[in-house]
């Protein structure tokens, strides 16, 4: 295997044990709910085929599922920001252009432009996470401002992992 795939395979298991170990004994006031290990879905590099992407999603939300008891909401959260992905990482970081960006990232791209990809997505994360798992006990907007909360808090989460953890690319 050649070294991308063992970058992702290590940033994966850093996610997962930084959310399993830390981040889900975070439950603030029942809106805030960080969610970091998301960020690996949407730092695959942006050439990935559809199938394998997909699925890769799937299995990291069932992951999540069957560490949190979960049923099925991480996997459909997941899955539907992988889909999202396929359209909005085109569009939102390469602009059209027909490049690959291995690890899409605040250096790889302008900080604003993976910003607002990293907000739109994590939003769709939630709403449909927090939609699913919420919906009848807090109602629409109940919903709406966890997804809210929630989706600020990883924001900023995801940001100063990058700052901390990845190093800038020269080019």
């Known amino acids: 295997m050649n ?18 170990l830390i981040l889900n004994q975070v439950y603030l006031g029942g809106y805030v709910m960080p969610m970091l290990y998301v960020l690996f879905v949407l730092m695959l590099p ?7 992407l997909l699925l890769t999603a799937f299995g990291v939300g069932l992951t999540m599922d069957v560490m949190n008891n979960a049923l099925g909401f991480h996997s459909l ?13 085109d569009r939102i970081l390469t602009r059209g252009e027909p ?6 990232s605040i250096y790889s791209v302008t900080p604003q432009h993976f910003i607002f990809y990293l907000v739109l997505m994590l939003g769709a994360f939630y709403l449909v ?32 992992y990058q700052l ?8």
């Open 46 to 52: 942006t050439g990935m085929k559809r199938i394998p």
């Open 129 to 160: 996470l927090y939609g699913v798992e919420l919906f009848g006990s807090r109602g629409l907007w109940g919903v709406v401002w966890a997804s809210v909360c929630s989706t600020v808090a990883t924001a900023l989460l995801a940001v100063l």
């Open 99 to 104: 490049v690959v960006i291995n690890r899409p």
């Open 77 to 89: 959260a997941c899955t539907v920001v992988a889909m999202l992905r396929i359209w909005f990482a």
């Open 3 to 20: 070294n991308l795939v063992w970058r992702n395979i290590g940033r994966l298991a850093l996610l997962l044990a930084v959310q399993v």
């Open 164 to 171: 901390v953890f990845l190093k800038r690319e020269t080019t």
